[in-house]
Each structure stands twice: as structure tokens, then as C-alpha cells.
């Protein structure tokens, strides 16, 4: 997901706001500290412009 982010060129706040997530739930899911739900990944994949499996098969 970082690397797709950062392609996408929001930071983490930006993404959040985008997303309607905070900017710690983020980056807590870019370094894996937390799983992410269907429903964060849908809306982070909205707010980055790419279909949601991008996420999921990000390398």
C-alpha cells in the first residue's frame, strides 16, 4: 500500500482525509502494526484512484 501511496503522491494525512480515516490509522496500516478492514481498503483504493486488488497484491 506505501508504495502505491506514495505513487499516488498523498501523505498519510492527506490519504485519511481522503479516505475517512485518521492519519495514525494510516501509517499504522502501511507498517503493519494494524490489519485494515474491507471497508478501510475500499475507501483507501477510492482515495488513491486504484481497483482495491492493487492493494491487496502490492509488492
Known amino acids: 500500500m506505501l508504495s502505491l501511496r506514495r505513487q499516488a503522491d498523498p501523505t498519510q494525512e492527506q490519504l485519511g482525509e481522503r479516505a475517512g480515516l485518521g492519519r495514525r490509522t494510516i501509517g ?14 475500499g475507501a483507501i483504493a477510492r482515495a488513491i484512484g486504484v481497483p482495491l486488488w492493487r492493494l491487496v497484491r502490492d509488492e
Open 28 to 41: 499504522r496500516i502501511e507498517n503493519g502494526l494494524a490489519p485494515a478492514t474491507l471497508d478501510q481498503l
